[in-house]
């Protein structure tokens, strides 16, 4: 008679592109009674416990899973079947269901996969020089009494162009697994400046392109970046649409009071990270890099390119969970 | 100075304010602690912290530039095809095709070869319009040595310089000292100890070096069969025998020890240098690479945008011959490229500096192959 520890797990990785050897090798590592799979093709998903999407190109999986069936399959698997499932950083993005700073040359936008309802920003912090390390929250712990000093340490984040979740639905069940304070870079200022424009002007945004955040007019001879100032929280009101009635104003106000009391709190402890190509610091804002919601994980951060094989123990134990739920 | 998160982010359709933040708030695991900024970012060498190595656990803020950050996008890269483009129309087919990165230059390698004069780095006013197009990683090619030429393109933000011997040499005996950027490199190599050399030099991903703008897989195949030949025979070495190895490949001594251990090297290594079919792409994959740089081999071909997508698919289906054969069909004429490859007077591949062996001196009688070896060292040489 197995104990739950033993039971094996077969998950798969997808391997239409990226670093998804590298998932393969944490997988097994963390956990001897787990195997991996490549998953290229729909007859290739069939037996697996649980799935990672790993880092790499979103635009390129998209295109290469389209071409074979494999997205329609994967829809089915992740949101049909809740299947376990890991996306690390463009696997984030495919699990997202509203996407901004897009692909804008792609016929009919970026093919996601969806399952999470959260709005996913691609490379919020910037170019491969922005990209950076930094602690971040482990994982939920897997043992039920006191938290080993070990198991509780900081996490190695790794941030390669990462996106970033700007916001998630309230309704839906989600838990924040990881959050830091950021100012976008200059060209997701720009996106983001874009959003507001088209969320004030009523439009529901599902997923929105890259747009042209170039300034060719200041100098003649030199291109820069747009310049994006946003206004201090205090003047809320001047960008409050019609349709936002008095009383809602006044709780707004109120709510961004506890926000920044909040901050002052936390100022000791927390403060915007400094990244290069950073837009103004009044674009600043909080946002999530690490989401679970029953069975769909998310990191924005890459723990497959470090040694510290928690997260992947977190998600071997998630599908080994779901494995023995299923089977009862 | 501080700031409060901007209240006037109201995502009012999707029921997402701040007061959801507030209350988001509430949960058991500690928000991200940052103790203080750490790294600012500086345009001049001399402000120009070098970070290495750890892994981000020392509990200060966000790191830049560390090697796990550099090697960390060739990583994302892998089992993809990276395109050379020219302008931003271009940027946007292979994008649209599957790219998962653009090379920005002003000519790509077969109109170097056919044109000759200079080739240099790019105007960066080019590099920053395709960085604006696209959402892919964008490269730039700086001349081998040329480090002030790398200076700049990293204040252009490039997410990875190709320090590339298509362009002409800057400096004959060095190469840029990449430790000393916070930008990662891309470096080309014919064989283990050049592999080796690049790496200590600080690039954080490898190629083939091939023979670019040919459109001829010979060379890319002859890099690729010996960078992993010399490896396996690494990892037959006893470990006593390894310091004359390292002598031999002219490589560090613990480069060669750590690649002997693990049996692979210790960044990525694609294919480059005449790629211009999906067989061509899926042979480089099965040989062990790990992902593929096609140049003249796009845009130079008959149908672009269809040549592209079909060798993307090539990439990551290279072990299925069912879908090679499907991509393959139909694609239009390739590239007609060079097949004389020994005979042509341009010879980008051997293009390293630094020949040691000889030092200044006339290097010993050889038999003189072509055009341009016989104008290097001599009519006075035993002629070809």
Redesign the interface.
């Known amino acids: 008679m197995l104990s739950f520890h033993e039971k094996k797990v077969k998950i798969g990785v997808l391997a239409l592109q990226g670093a998804f050897e590298e998932h393969q090798s944490c997988l097994e590592a963390s956990d001897k009674h787990c195997t991996t799979v490549q998953v290229r093709t729909v007859a290739e998903l069939e037996g697996l416990d649980g799935i990672v999407f790993p880092g790499g190109e979103s635009t390129a999986m998209g295109l290469i899973g389209t071409s074979n069936g494999m997205w329609d399959a994967l829809k089915e698997k992740v949101i049909g079947s809740k299947l376990p499932t890991w996306g690390t950083c463009a696997g984030m993005i495919l699990l997202a269901e509203r996407c901004v700073g897009a692909s804008a040359v792609i016929q009919d936008g970026q093919s996601l996969i969806g399952g999470l309802n959260v709005l996913v920003c691609r490379n919020y912090f910037g170019s491969q020089i922005s990209s950076f390390e930094m602690e971040t929250p482990p994982p939920p712990s897997l043992s039920s009494d006191n938290e080993a000093a070990e198991e509780s340490a900081p996490f190695p984040g790794v941030f390669i162009r990462a996106p970033a979740i700007l916001s998630v639905d309230q309704n839906d069940d989600i838990e924040i697994l990881g959050k830091v304070v950021a100012t976008p870079c200059r060209q997701a200022a720009v996106v983001l400046r874009e959003l507001e424009r088209k969320i004030e002007a009523g439009e529901n945004v599902v997923q929105m392109g890259v747009v042209d955040a170039l300034d060719r007019k200041s100098h003649p001879h030199q291109i820069g970046y747009i310049d994006v100032k946003k206004e201090p929280a205090t003047t809320i009101n001047s960008t409050a649409s019609e349709n936002v009635s008095a009383n809602r104003a006044e709780e707004e106000k109120k709510d961004v009071t506890i926000l920044e009391e909040e901050q002052q709190e936390q100022k000791q402890n927390t403060s915007n990270i400094q990244l290069p190509g950073a837009s103004d610091s009044t674009n600043a804002r909080e946002v999530i890099c690490a989401v679970r919601k029953q069975n769909i994980l998310c990191t924005a951060f890459h723990p497959e390119i470090t040694s510290d094989t928690r997260w992947h123990s977190y998600f071997v134990n998630m599908v080994r969970e779901d494995s023995v739920r299923r089977s009862n | 100075?501080?700031?409060?998160?901007?209240?006037?982010?109201?995502?009012?359709?999707?029921?997402?304010?701040?007061?959801?933040?507030?209350?988001?708030?509430a949960?058991?695991?500690?928000?991200?602690?940052?103790?203080?900024?750490?790294?600012?970012?500086q345009h001049s060498n001399k402000y120009r912290d070098k970070m290495t190595g750890t892994?981000?656990?020392n509990?200060n803020?966000?790191?830049?530039?560390?090697s796990?950050?550099k090697?960390?996008?060739a990583?994302?890269?892998?089992?993809?095809v990276i395109m050379d483009v020219m302008n931003v129309e271009q940027a946007?087919i292979a994008?649209?095709?599957?790219?998962?990165?653009v090379m920005a230059l002003e000519r790509i390698p077969a109109d170097i070869r056919r044109d000759g004069g200079v080739a240099r780095m790019s105007d960066?006013?080019m590099i920053?319009?395709i960085?604006?197009?696209?959402?892919?990683?964008?490269m730039a090619k700086a001349r081998i040595g040329h480090f002030v030429e790398a200076q700049i393109l990293?204040a252009c933000?490039?997410?990875?310089i190709d320090e590339s011997e298509v362009l002409t040499m800057a400096d004959e005996v060095n190469h840029i000292d990449k430790n000393a950027f916070?930008?990662?490199f891309v470096c080309g190599c014919r064989n283990l100890g050049e592999a080796l050399r690049r790496i200590a030099e600080g690039c954080a991903m490898l190629r083939t070096k091939g023979e670019a703008g040919t459109g001829n897989i010979v060379e890319a195949v002859r890099h690729a069969r010996t960078v992993q030949g010399e490896i396996r025979r690494l990892t037959t070495m006893s470990k006593d025998e390894l310091y004359v190895a390292a002598k031999e490949l002219r490589a560090p001594y613990e480069l060669v020890k750590k690649v002997a251990e693990t049996g692979k090297l210790p960044v990525v290594n694609f294919a480059a240098g005449g790629v211009a079919t999906p067989a061509d792409a899926a042979i480089m994959m099965q040989l062990g690479m790990d992902g593929v740089f096609v140049g003249s081999g796009i845009f130079k071909s008959e149908n672009p945008a269809a040549r592209a997508?079909a060798i993307?698919?090539a990439?990551?289906?290279y072990k299925?011959p069912k879908?090679l054969m499907e991509v393959s069909t139909g694609l239009g004429p390739a590239m007609v490229g060079i097949s004389d490859i020994k005979g042509d007077p341009v010879n980008f591949r051997d293009r390293e500096g630094g020949e040691y062996s000889y030092e200044g001196r006339v290097p010993p009688k050889k038999h003189l192959h072509g055009a341009t070896e016989t104008q290097m060292y001599g009519s006075s040489w035993e002629r070809n």
């Open positions: 100075g501080r700031y409060a998160v901007p209240g006037n982010i109201v995502f009012q359709n999707t029921k997402d304010s701040q007061r959801n933040l507030v209350r988001k708030r949960f058991s695991h500690t928000i991200i602690q940052e103790a203080e900024q750490l790294h600012h970012y892994n981000g656990s509990g803020g966000a790191k830049i530039g560390t796990t950050v090697q960390g996008l990583q994302m890269l892998k089992g993809g946007k994008e649209a095709a599957g790219a998962v990165a960066p006013a920053l319009e960085k604006n197009a696209v959402t892919i990683p964008v990293e933000e490039i997410d990875y916070n930008v990662p997508a993307v698919r990439t990551t289906h299925d879908v």
